[in-house]
Nanobody, 123 residues
Framework: VQLQASGGGLVQPGGSLRLSCAVS????????TGWFRQAPGKEREWVGC????????YYVDSVKGRFTISRDNAKSTVYLQMNSLKPEDTAVYYC?????????????????WGQGTLVTVSS
């Protein structure tokens, strides 16, 4: 199982970015895929998740209404669309997968992780 996150970069406050998580070795439509982030000096934080099967999504309160997780089964890719970005969204973003369909917020129950992509929100 491999996950490859990409799409990070520098963006001004109020801007948008779309992160991609390309997966191989498993079918993302069957298993939950989550997004986490870690800012300097802080613990890794759950951002949101899309579950396996019928694609329902869940988000941490701080990103609700601004971030959207989606999945393209044909491309085996999960996306994190980030709009109205704020400086406090600056972090390394990781995608991770579980070996079950249900979402979860604790990083310890995700079995596979991508390498992370840096998002910097600054003017």
């Amino acid at each position: 199982v491999q996950l490859q996150a990409s799409g990070g970069g520098l963006v001004q406050p109020g801007g948008s970015l779309r992160l991609s998580c390309a997966v191989s070795g498993f079918s993302p439509e069957r298993y939950a895929t989550g997004w986490f982030r870690q800012a300097p000096g802080k613990e890794r934080e759950w951002v949101g998740c899309i579950n396996g099967g019928v694609p329902r999504t869940y988000y941490v309160d701080s990103v609700k209404g601004r971030f959207t997780i989606s999945r393209d089964n044909a491309k085996s890719t999960v996306y994190l669309q980030m709009n109205s970005l704020k400086p406090e969204d600056t972090a390394v973003y990781y995608c991770a997968a579980r070996n079950t369909a249900g979402c979860a917020t604790h990083p310890g129950v995700y079995q596979s992780w991508g390498q992370g992509t840096l998002v910097t929100v600054s003017s």
